[in-house]
């Protein structure tokens, strides 16, 4: 069963945490680490997302976003998609 869509609202903030799937790790070194703050950076413009706080874990991460939009799902596909894509282009 699918969970529940998530209500989104404008500027409303979030706490998003996302996990490797089955507990792997997400950041090898500090390379991916640099990467994925940079994808952070790049889906928080293009979103319009102000980015209060981030903890970037090796399996997972934490962030509080605020969405002035109110546009959460389409800045958490961007950043899961293309990191993901991203890290396993790099790590086979």
Partial sequence: MSRPLRIEFAGALYHITSRGD???AIVLDDVDRRLFLD???TAAQDCNWIIHA??????HYHLVVETPDGNLAKGMRQL???YTQ???RQHG
Avoid: A, K, Q, Y
Avoid at 54 to 59: A, G, H, K, R
């Fill in 22 to 24: 089955g507990r792997e």
């Fill in 80 to 82: 899961n998609g293309i």
């Fill in 39 to 41: 994808v952070i950076s």
């Fill in 86 to 88: 991203r890290f396993n």
């Fill in 54 to 59: 981030d903890c970037l874990m090796d399996n």
